[in-house]
C-alpha cells in the first residue's frame, strides 16, 4: 500500500495594491527571501515592468516573464536563482508588450498567466508562490488575481493610500465573482510611524475595517528605502534593524498560517 | 447592536498589534535565543503557619516596618520616623506567627509593655494626657 502524501501545491500570495509607493516590492522581496531563509522553497514573480524586484535581489536575469507569457518558453527555463530556494521570475520594460498582446486576446485573457505557469505546478518544486504585481489595475494584476489564492494588501500610513485601498476591495470583489478561490487575507499597514498621530488613527481604521486580517506594522525604516540599492534585502543588509525585525514577524505569521 | 452598522474594534486588538512591534524576533530561519538556565533561588528563610498556610520571609528588609508617628509635644506636632533592625524584624515575625497575631499588633502591645515597664520614669503615664 502506498502511503506517499500527496505534495502540498505551493500557496500563491499576490501582493497587489493599485496606489503606488506603499511596499509592494520591498514586502514581496523581504518575505520570499525570509521564507527561503526558513527553509521553504520559494518563487518570486515580478509582474512589474519596472522590474524592480531583480534589482532589490540584486539578480541578473537573462530570461524574464515576458518570454514565457509571449515566447511560450517554459516557465523553469526562464528562471533565476536570486538566493538558495529563492528563484525569480523576473519582470521589465517587455511586460509591456505582453499586456497588449493579453488584451488583445479574443478570450481567456484572465487565465493566461494561470496557464503557462502549470508547468511548474506538476513539478512541485515550490512552496510559495508571491507576486508582485504593478500600481495599476491592468491585464497582468488581474491575471495574478485569478492564478493566486491570498492577497496580501500593503496599505500605507496616508490617507491616500486608505482611499486607493477601497477602489481596489472593489475589484477584488469583481474578481472573486470568476475565481472564488482569491480572498484578501493580510492587510499589511507599511511606513508606520509611532510618533506621528495620522499612523495611529488610519492603523485603528484598518483595524475597525479589517479587525484580524490586519497584520504587525511594518514601521518606517531607513534601512528599508536603502538596502535594494545594494542588491540586498534586509536580512542581509540590516539585520539588526527595525524593518528586519517587522519583516521577520510578518515572515513568521505567513509560515505558521501556511 | 453595532454603531451605523460598523463593526468595532476589540480594544485589545490595537495593543496587541503595537505591543508586538516591541518584542525581540530571531531572523528567519533563525532560532530564538534559548532562555538562559534559572539560577537557583537564594535560600530565604521563609516560614509557613500550619494553621492558615500563611508564608512569611523572614528575610524581609525592614523598610516595610518603617513608622512614622505624630505626637503633638506640648503646643508642637513632631513626627518621628522609626525603624526595626533586621533581627528585630525577625523576631517580631516569628512571634507574630507563634501567637498568630499580625506583625503591627505585636508592636503595639511591645510598645504598650515598654511604656507600662518604663513609661513611668521617662515619661510618667498621665503627665502628658493632663
Sequence with gaps: MSTNPQPKPPRRIVISNSKGGVGKTTTAVNLGAGLAMRGDRVLLIDLDTQGHVARALGAKPTSSLYEVLDHNLPPQQALTVARPRLDLLAGGRLLARTKKTIASLPYGAEHVLSEKLAPLDDLHRYDYVILDTAPSWDVLNVNALFYAHDVLLPISMEALAVYGMADFLESIQGVRRYNPAVHLRYVLPTFFDQRVRKSGEILQQLLDHFQRLVLSPIRYNVALSECPAHGKTIFEYAPRSRGSKDYARLVERIAHDG | ?130
Excluded at chain 2, 13 to 40: A, F, H, I, N, T
Aim: net charge negative; glycine share 6%; aromatic share 4%.
Design chain 2, 1 to 130: 447592536m453595532t454603531d451605523k452598522g460598523k463593526s468595532r474594534t476589540p480594544p485589545d486588538l490595537m495593543s496587541e498589534l503595537l505591543g508586538s512591534l516591541q518584542e525581540d524576533v530571531p531572523l528567519p530561519g533563525q532560532r530564538p535565543p534559548e532562555p538562559k538556565p534559572q539560577e537557583p533561588a537564594e535560600a530565604t528563610e521563609q516560614h509557613t503557619d500550619e494553621s492558615t498556610s500563611r508564608l512569611v520571609d523572614l528575610s524581609a528588609r525592614p523598610q516595610n516596618l518603617k513608622t512614622e508617628t505624630r505626637k503633638r509635644d506640648g503646643t508642637e506636632l513632631t513626627r518621628k520616623t522609626h525603624y526595626l533592625t533586621p533581627a528585630q524584624v525577625r523576631l517580631l515575625k516569628e512571634y507574630a506567627f507563634m501567637t498568630d497575631q499580625g506583625e503591627s499588633e505585636v508592636v503595639r502591645q511591645a510598645l504598650d509593655e515598654f511604656f507600662a515597664r518604663h513609661g513611668q520614669e521617662a515619661w510618667p503615664v498621665g503627665q502628658a494626657s493632663s
